[in-house]
């Protein structure tokens, strides 16, 4: 059992507030993945989770146990760093092998777990090499190997892949899901990478200046944003939003903009008249020929088994994600239609979601 939770964190660096209370669970075995963009509070989060950095406020439970001020050496988690130095001067079977060798474990065992370590990392053909020849995607290897040797109950892991080019991320990130499903310790995983956190995460919490905005699996945040900050970071190209201006009565299925109705899931709260603001994701936007919500081709993206193309309305721009089978020539008029129980609505000021 190594549930973490967090309760109303916060963290102050003089004046500045880094994190701002911030409660979350992170289910025993389960992956979290803590996004959002350079300086919000992650690696802030993930240090006090660590007991790297001590909270200025709120808790930190492992398995249910109080573990705020308790140093990091007395937490049964390993830190994964974006730079693992590796000691170059070992080899693979010696770096894997370091920490058990640190806490005095009897050689022929450390020899086991390394060794049943590397296969389970698909390294044991390079055991006897020095690191210091290895590629980037074999070095992470390791530095995955000697964190998980420990066989500790939590993975704490900042942006492991950063270093890495695209193409070994990808192999990358699908090797450290698969691992995760074989081992099952509970992770929390830090990462600006949205195709990242979606494709390994349980469970994604998004943060923003130090709040986190949302917290859900990869699919509640995808498909209901919680604030257009959200809907805007996850996806790519991003949601759409299109602005207009109006008052809705609760239970209304209809906004106007301009002269098109358009039509939207059934709204449960009265909406203030104010800047109101209509979000779709590129994959539900179809162009057709006759609707009253009216564009002009603004551009084109071909990206083979589909393209992006771009709509100028008075509301915007719009992105429309469509089979690649038909061009589109600049300026060329459109309608535009939605798919309407997709649609989301946002306060625009607030950024709130309105549901
Ligand atoms: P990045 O990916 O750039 O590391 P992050 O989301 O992990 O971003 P944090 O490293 O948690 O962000 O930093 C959050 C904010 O706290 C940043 O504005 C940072 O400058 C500030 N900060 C972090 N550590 C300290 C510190 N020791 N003293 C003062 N400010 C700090």
Known sequence: MA?????????????????????????DGSFLALLGPSGCGKTTTLRMIAGLELPTGGAIRLAGEDVTYRRASERDIAFVFQLFALYPHMNVRANIGFP????????????????????????????DRPVSGL??????????????????????????LGTLDAE?????????????????????????????????????????HG??????????????????????????????????NGGLPRGARIARIGVAAIEMPELREEVAPG???????????RLVESSPLRGA????????????????????????RLPADRGYTIGEPVGLAFKSERLSLFEARSGRAIR
């Open 297 to 320: 081709i603004y551009g084109s993206e071909y990206l083979g088994t589909n393209q992006i193309v771009t709509v100028e309305t008075e509301g915007g721009l719009v992105r429309a």
């Open 168 to 208: 070994f991320r990808e192999v990358m990130v699908r090797e450290l899901r698969e691992l995760h499903n074989r081992i099952h310790a509970t992770t929390v995983y830090v990462t600006h990478d949205q195709i990242e956190a979606m494709a390994m995460a349980d469970k994604i919490a998004v943060m923003n």
């Open 275 to 285: 800047d109101l603001a209509l979000g779709v994701r590129p994959e539900h936007v």
């Open 100 to 127: 058990l060798l640190a806490q005095g474990v009897p050689k022929a065992e450390i020899k086991r777990r390394v060794e049943e370590t590397a296969k389970l990392l698909q390294i044991d053909h390079i055991l």
């Open 211 to 244: 709040v986190v905005e949302q917290f859900g699996t990869p699919q509640e945040i995808y498909d209901r944003p919680a604030s257009m900050y959200v809907a805007d970071f996850i996806g790519s190209p991003p949601m759409n939003f299109i602005r207009f």
């Open 3 to 27: 549930e973490i939770r967090v309760e109303h964190l916060r963290k102050e660096f003089g004046d500045f507030v880094a994190v701002q209370d911030s409660t979350f669970t992170v289910e």
């Open 135 to 160: 590629a980037g995607g074999d070095r992470q290897r390791v530095a995955l190997g000697r964190a998980i040797v420990r066989r500790p109950k939590c993975f704490l892991m900042d942006e492991p």
